[in-house]
């Protein structure tokens, strides 16, 4: 479904993404893992074309672009495809909770106001905010504002939603109900990739897990061969360490 391939890029002298290449099939929930700095972010900012890598290959059901030269049209083409759920939520702050998830669809998509409403409620009642359509996002919880921005990510239907540590502004007590709509997502086969420092989580949701560090994929595998027989040392040690 999604390829890229020796995915590239450096700020000045740091070389943030060196040679990385992901696979993603429909379907599948893959988590990408590893200490703070060692590209996860970056990669998946590079799949949104919200980062230009330096260099890079993608193909998008069986659609080949070259990832540093990629048109505005073709940008847009894969963000109509994909959707992107921010670690800080990205929330207007000046619009409700329903007028944030149309926004979207009515500027970008041009569909009418009562058809995006509509979607919009539909997809706040799956987060469970129903009651909350009218609330602006300084009136809401963490926990609430992060679920306004997945019910905006699903709302325009995409192939794929990549999640950047979707609670890792959240406060301990708000974590279990973002995560607890992701794995709603994941049960009804929504095709995710989700950077996340939540191990367990990690470990109970995903079909493929990717360890990364220092700009390269160190280890990839199923959930239970990473987390419980890593192959590669510097796996293991950052498994031992969450563990401890």
């Known amino acids: 479904m999604l390829k890229v391939e020796h995915v590239y890029k450096k700020y000045d002298d740091l070389e943030v993404l060196k040679d990385v290449s992901l696979e993603v099939d429909k379907g599948d929930v893959i ?38 030269e990629a048109s505005k049209k073709e940008m847009n083409e894969i963000r109509k495809k994909t959707a992107f759920v921010f670690q800080n939520y990205n929330l207007f702050l000046n619009k409700t909770a329903l007028q944030n998830v149309t926004e979207g669809l009515i500027i970008a998509r041009k569909m009418p106001k009562d058809q995006a409403e509509t979607i919009a409620k539909k997809a706040l009642d799956k987060v469970g905010l129903s009651d909350r359509y009218d609330y602006y996002p300084t009136q809401l ?23 950047d540590e979707p609670t890792s502004a959240l406060d301990p007590e708000l974590i279990g109900e973002v995560l607890n709509v992701i794995k709603e997502l994941a049960k ?28 390269v994929i160190i280890e990839e595998g199923t959930s239970k061969e990473i987390f419980e027989d890593p192959k590669k040392e510097r796996t293991k040690q950052f498994i031992h360490s969450f563990e401890h």
Do not use: Y
């Open 188 to 215: 009804e086969g929504m095709t995710m990739v989700i950077v996340t420092h939540e191990m367990n989580f990690a470990k109970n949701i995903s079909t493929k897990v990717i360890f990364m560090d220092d700009g």
């Open 31 to 68: 988590t990408i893992i590893g200490p703070s700095g060692s590209g996860k972010t970056t990669l998946l900012r590079c799949i949104n074309f919200l980062t230009i890598a330096d260099s890079g290959k993608m193909i998008f059901d069986d659609k080949t672009l070259d990832m540093a």
């Open 141 to 163: 919880s963490g926990g609430q504002q992060q679920r306004v921005g997945i019910a905006r990510a699903i709302a325009s239907s995409p192939e794929i939603i990549l999640f």
